[in-house]
């Protein structure tokens, strides 16, 4: 099982709406993936209430790497990513195997 773990922080206002809007957004965008993509068997997004931290944190398992990949290339996980990285400032990711 591979686990990849993004957590980012949103720029205060972008694409016509607010940090917490676009949060909101995002969460609705990356947990409809897990009804769209193969291999992916848990999507969890959360929306950070800490005002210290990473503002919207994603949580994923896949089966294997080549599940992972076949979910970073999918053209729906393209589109999302797209819209996020309109709207975010930064950026942490980890991925690893158990």
Same mark, same amino acid.
């Given at each position: 099982m591979v686990k990849h773990i993004v957590m980012y922080k949103l720029k205060p206002f972008a694409e016509g #709406?607010?940090?917490k809007a676009n949060a909101i957004q995002m969460k609705k965008k990356l947990e409809n993936?897990?009804?769209v993509i193969p291999g992916s068997f848990k999507i969890e997004v959360g929306i950070n209430y !800490?005002?210290?931290g990473y503002d919207v944190v994603l949580y994923s398992?896949? !089966?294997d790497h080549d599940a992972l990949e076949t979910y970073l290339l999918h053209p729906d996980h393209l589109r999302v990513k797209e819209f996020i990285h309109s709207v975010m400032s930064d950026r942490a990711? #980890?991925?690893y195997m158990i």
């Open positions: #709406a607010d940090k993936l897990q009804s !800490n005002p210290g398992e896949f !089966n990711v #980890a991925d």
